[in-house]
């Protein structure tokens, strides 16, 4: 689909609950609301919005579609380095499945049942964030030294891979080295996603780049077949998962303005809340303002 066949389709109003499916409801996320299909799972992204791992009574309209058609085209552009989870001709399975609802087929994927991987698989170039907040108080960010006298978003030498854990819904996950990361999830296996997670960013990159932004840092996830085939799974390079700037408004020693919710996040710190839920109500011009940075992330890729 273009551009304007996806943004023409979007709801006006927040879907941030999905029911009457006659399928049965397996698990929820923060975004997702994950269904059994018997031989695949059917993955519906909501509209519903988390900030500091707490879902906000409000919603973005139509977040959940861009989300899902974004990760489509992005499963596309990564074919050539792994496979991924997504089964072949989405539109012949929701038709074979009777998925007429046109909005529910713009947030759902059908996919293959896999075993995720217990890590999350962090990609990052830029110097932002947490890796930002390690690297004042360590010069390291998960236990690789970097040069000294780097600058808040500067450009790393080279992209690093910085894994955390995957921690239960409402705990944060936790930075791990290498050392902890082949632990867990084996030393072969750590190591070949690695090098695909780092692969794919360098991708993500410099397809972004050509898109008139810079991909400073993203997350992706893995899982296995029953006979340890390797997976793209979950959603990949949106901007839930990953951290996009404009270029033409980089610079370093500061935190540029990103395609996200950092209009929500920004909010949120101006408040008198403890980042607990229940979560406070957003503006509605915040809520606008945020819709529109996601619009325009899909438009420079796909448009």
Not at 148 to 169: H, N, Y
Request: with cysteine; charged share 25%.
């Amino acid at each position: 689909m273009n551009f304007e066949e996806i943004a023409g389709a979007l709801p006006k109003t927040a879907v941030t609950s999905i029911e009457g499916l006659p399928f049965p409801h397996l698990a929820s996320g923060k975004v997702r609301e994950i269904f059994d299909l018997g031989d695949a799972l059917l993955l519906v992204a909501t509209d519903r919005l988390s900030a500091f791992d707490v879902v906000l009574p409000d919603g973005i309209p139509g977040k959940g579609a861009i989300l899902t058609q974004m990760s489509n085209w992005w499963f596309a552009q990564t074919a050539g380095l792994i496979q991924n989870h997504l089964l072949p001709d989405q539109g012949g399975e929701f038709a074979r499945r009777g998925i007429t609802n046109r909005d529910l087929q713009l947030r759902s994927m059908i996919v293959r049942k896999l075993t995720p991987l217990t890590i999350e698989c962090v990609a990052r170039g830029y110097l932002i964030g947490s890796g930002w907040s390690s690297y004042q108080k360590t010069d390291e960010v998960c236990g690789l030294k970097l040069p000294a006298g780097l600058r808040q978003a500067d450009k790393l030498p080279a992209p690093i891979f910085t894994p955390t854990t995957k921690a239960p819904k409402g705990q944060h996950d936790e930075p791990i080295n290498d050392a902890q990361g082949a632990a867990a999830i084996g030393p072969a296996l750590y190591e070949k996603v690695k090098a695909l997670s780092l692969a794919l960013y360098q991708l993500g990159h410099d397809r972004a780049r050509q898109a008139g932004m810079i991909l400073a840092d993203t997350k992706f996830e893995f899982g296995t077949d029953a006979t340890g085939n390797l997976f793209l799974i979950d959603e990949v390079l949106t901007p839930d998962s990953s951290r996009y700037w404009p270029a033409d408004e980089y610079r370093p020693d500061c935190s540029p303005p990103s395609y996200d919710k950092q209009f929500v996040r920004d909010y949120l710190l101006t408040l008198k809340w403890d980042q607990r839920a229940p979560g406070p109500r957003v503006p509605a011009d915040i809520i606008a303002r945020t819709r529109d940075k996601y619009l325009q992330a899909l438009r420079n890729l796909i448009g």
